[in-house]
């Protein structure tokens, strides 16, 4: 992978290529990984897509504000939102590039918001609220979102933070912890496409059928979703769902 980085953002190389690389996923072994999954019922998936990496996140939280937004809109509705809360919230800079015009809004400044003030974005009352809370704890430090998962009891933590939360049900926990803590063995069972893929299974059932691609069933995932799309044509809201104008 290839870096080009401005001259005023070299104090910050260190920190900027480490994002990066947590945002492609480069400390992952796809040649292992497929080797895994090929020889538990996903030959056919790993030959269509090798090398499938997770896509990770360049700031935890901004991702997490990206899931909750998604949340039962489309991916076009997801970028409209985020473009507005950036607008509303985000602090605004002046750069080269005409299209890039604000940061994206920090927890401290949305936890310094009323609800009122997010839902004026065009959120329901209990989206705005959502966000609202999310924000609060990250500013607070009761939701840590920059340390990637290394152990089953660190995964169990961030997952019982997030589950306390209004609005956060368990494919958005499972969706932050595959892209933001980099759980290999993140899996959404209740996803809609993942469950489809597999033949209409339900959550319990798509979990029994996952369980011999552990540790690598975010990977799994990944590759649903991917295929899924290639089929019908349509971006996985997943994936795309991070996507938005700035």
């Not at 473009?83 to 985000?90: K, N």
């Not at 920059?146 to 609005?167: V, W």
């Amino acid at each position: 992978m290839r870096v080009e980085v401005s001259d005023s953002l070299i104090p910050a190389s260190s920190l900027v290529l480490n994002r990066l690389a947590h945002l492609f996923d480069l400390a992952a072994d796809p040649v292992a990984i497929d080797s895994h999954l090929a020889g538990n019922g996903l030959r056919t998936h790993v030959e269509a897509l090798p090398g499938i990496r997770v896509p990770g996140a360049f700031d935890g939280f901004e991702l997490c504000v990206r899931a909750v937004l998604g949340q039962q809109v489309t991916v076009r509705g997801a970028s409209t939102l985020m473009s507005r809360l950036t607008e509303a919230f985000g602090e605004r800079i002046s750069t080269d590039d005409p299209r890039l015009t604000h940061l994206t809004p920090t927890a401290d400044r949305l936890a310094g918001a009323t609800v009122t003030e997010i839902r004026e974005i065009g959120l329901p009352n209990a989206r705005a609220a959502t966000l609202h809370a999310l924000a609060t704890h990250v500013a607070t430090g009761a939701v840590d979102l920059e340390t990637t998962i290394e152990a089953p009891h660190e995964i169990d933590a961030l997952r019982a933070n997030l589950i306390g939360l209004p609005g956060f049900g368990p494919w958005t926990v499972d969706y932050i912890a595959m892209r933001v803590a980099h759980w290999t063995d993140a899996f959404p069972a209740s996803d809609v496409a993942l469950r489809s893929a597999m033949g209409n299974a339900s959550p319990a059932q798509l979990t029994r059928m996952a369980d011999p691609w552990r540790p690598f069933r975010a990977y799994a995932a990944v590759r649903l979703w991917l295929q899924g799309s290639r089929e019908s044509g349509a971006p996985s809201s997943a994936i795309a769902s991070d996507r938005s104008a700035r």
